[in-house]
């Protein structure tokens, strides 16, 4: 075991603050990464105030984790001291159920090991994240990263980069879709970034004609209006596939609306109550309402790579960690573009 600085909720109400916590020590198996920079999620507010329910305290939050590798276990063979590494959303899973063996450990059907707010496969250690100095990984959950890549910009990929990479890959995006991303935040601009970069002919959806600008110098051609009722006449019909990145309430109808004929449309965002679906807004078409998580290991890997041939990183804003709790009430107010880094050097 080891001592680690880290920055930790105490309880739904707590303002983060600095709490030493203990990491296990490397064992065979084990990489050991040294945190340089990680993202703050969306996620780690609902988390961190209990907005889901079944928060654990204390929680060191943080999923999206970027360093170097400071130490390797005597049986890890991808990995050795100084090189760039990565750790995402999970941190191990049972790896012998139907889901772990088709790469989807995020399905995992004994529950994959998050990595924080969630215990080992144990289920007795508590998981804690990024927010800290550094963390010990099972090098089957290490992600390898590429140096061409800005190693800030890159963290927060391990989260809203795999999240909008997998329902693009699963269902097929290739040069000359039409791809419409419904909403421009931090998932949503990496969405419009990895469309365009597979070829897809991308639309901007957005209530805000503010975000119409920067939705272009992403890699969009295209932008609707949502807050114009024309719009939905006007793109009726329209699209193949549809990346929903929003969590407030609305209307999933009106944008099955705008699906071809089997055309689909993804869920990402989390609304905090169910949504109404009429059953003729699927059936005449035979389109498609889904939902999809993150991604698996593998194909978290295959996105990072992706990345790095292409050049995408996310766009960010690097703060010291003793801002995390001013971020997280910009992020509430939608004060960023797109995604807030914490400096981990700052501990």
């Known amino acids: 075991m080891s001592t680690t600085k880290a920055y930790a909720a105490a309880s739904p109400a707590a303002a983060l603050a600095p709490l030493q916590i203990e990491r296990r020590a490397v064992g065979p198996h084990d990489v050991q990464i040294e945190i340089a920079y990680c993202g703050i999620c969306h996620s780690d507010i609902h988390q961190v105030r209990d907005e889901w329910g079944g928060s654990k305290y204390p929680m060191v939050p943080g999923h999206e984790i970027v360093g170097r590798v400071t130490a390797v276990?005597?049986?890890?063979k991808g990995f050795k001291a100084g090189d760039l590494a990565g750790v995402g959303c999970m941190v191990d899973s049972c790896r012998a159920c139907p889901s772990c063996q088709r790469n989807l450990e995020q399905f995992c059907e004994k529950g994959a090991a998050f990595t924080y707010n969630g215990t080992e496969?144990?289920?007795t250690t508590l998981t804690y994240g990024g927010y800290s100095d550094r963390v010990v990984v099972d090098e089957a959950f290490t992600l390898r990263i590429s140096p061409k890549l800005d190693l800030a910009a890159t963290a927060p990929l391990l989260c809203a980069g795999i999240t909008t990479y997998s329902p693009l890959r699963h269902?097929?995006?290739?040069?000359?879709d039409k791809v419409g991303v419904v909403g421009l935040?931090?998932?949503?601009?990496?969405?419009?970034?990895?469309?365009?970069?597979?070829?897809?002919?991308?639309?901007?959806?957005?209530?805000?004609?503010?975000?119409?600008?920067?939705?272009?110098?992403?890699?969009?051609?295209?932008?609707?209006?949502?807050?114009?009722?024309?719009?939905?006449?006007?793109?009726?019909?329209?699209?193949?596939?549809?990346?929903?990145?929003?969590?407030?309430?609305h209307d999933y109808n009106k944008y099955l609306g705008l699906l071809r004929v089997e055309g689909v449309m993804v869920l990402l965002g989390v609304p905090p109550e169910p949504t109404p679906v009429a059953a003729t807004s699927l059936i005449f078409g035979r389109r498609t309402l889904t939902g999809s998580l993150i991604g698996g290991i593998q194909e978290t890997q295959e996105m990072l790579d992706f990345c790095a041939e292409h050049g995408i990183v996310s766009d960010i804003e690097i703060i010291p960690v003793q801002q995390v709790n001013q971020a997280y009430e910009r992020m509430m107010k939608n004060d960023v573009r797109y995604r807030f880094v914490l400096d981990m050097k700052t501990l």
Request: charged share 25%; glycine share 12%; net charge positive.
């Open 121 to 123: 496969m144990d289920r």
């Open 171 to 176: 269902w097929k995006t290739k040069k000359g």
């Open 73 to 76: 276990g005597a049986h890890v």
């Open 185 to 249: 935040g931090g998932l949503g601009h990496m969405a419009v970034k990895l469309a365009a970069a597979m070829g897809a002919e991308v639309t901007m959806l957005s209530t805000s004609k503010s975000k119409e600008a920067d939705a272009r110098r992403l890699g969009a051609q295209h932008f609707g209006l949502t807050s114009d009722e024309a719009t939905f006449k006007q793109l009726a019909g329209r699209f193949d596939l549809l990346i929903d990145t929003i969590s407030a309430p």
